[in-house]
């Protein structure tokens, strides 16, 4: 199981030095980080309640996330967008190919039990993820703001289709996490900071749920 799992990872890195990619990293590493951010954010998201995940039988879960969040998925990402066409239309049949490629290999790595799928995750919606995730790359290089709303939508969406629990621990965020112990505070600072995040994203929550 580790070795398929190192050779899934290593054929895209192969396949990036052979298409040349690097040359057009300049132009698109802000969707490359866009890419490994909501990658990494679904981990820290979902980390109790994971519908999507890679199969670590013989290798450690952290590493091979690292892998396909830092290395594997954007490069994948730099394979799509380097030859990405100029043009409207060709750029519409370019993405339904790729999204379409990816969700047939995807089928293959499930069959080959390289990943597995939980509370209600189906292979469908893991291939409308592909269409999301290149649209979202190459769009996030022309209009970020637009990709950002439309990226928060798709998160508040998929949070209440498959129920992920958000607890005040969790959404209390990473902030205060890296701010130095040695920092004093004024009484209940820390409490105070935590409840008005809880409370701000626990509204926002509820509203988009009962509008």
Do not use: D
């Not at 999507?52 to 730099?78: C, D, M, Q, S």
């Not at 990816?102 to 509370?119: G, R």
């Not at 469908?124 to 269409?131: A, H, K, M, N």
């Not at 209390?172 to 130095?180: D, E, I, N, S, Y």
């Amino acid at each position: 199981m580790r070795k398929k799992q190192i050779s899934i990872i290593l054929f895209i890195v192969l396949m990036n030095f052979l298409f040349k990619t690097w040359k057009v990293v300049p132009k698109y590493y802000k969707s490359l980080i866009f890419v490994s951010f909501w990658n990494s954010f679904y981990y820290y998201l979902c980390k109790r309640h994971l519908v999507f995940e890679y199969t670590n039988k013989g290798i450690n879960w952290k590493v091979l996330r690292g892998l396909h969040i830092f290395i594997a998925t954007p490069l994948l990402v730099l394979l799509f967008l380097c030859k990405l066409p100029k043009t409207l239309s060709k750029q519409i049949v370019y993405i339904l190919k790729w999204g379409i490629g990816s969700f047939f290999i995807e089928i293959f790595l499930l069959k080959q039990k390289l990943i597995k799928f939980k509370y209600g995750w189906n292979i469908y919606w893991s291939g409308l993820i592909y269409f999301k995730m290149y649209t979202y790359s190459y769009l996030f290089n022309k209009r970020p703001c637009l990709t950002w709303v439309l990226s928060i939508f798709s998160l508040l969406f998929y949070i209440f289709k498959f129920n992920v629990p958000l607890t005040k621990r969790l959404l209390k965020g990473p902030f205060l996490f890296f701010l130095p112990k040695s920092i004093k505070f004024p009484i209940n600072f820390k409490t105070t900071i935590n409840s008005f995040y809880y409370e701000t994203v626990k509204g926002l929550l509820n509203y988009v749920k009962f509008k």
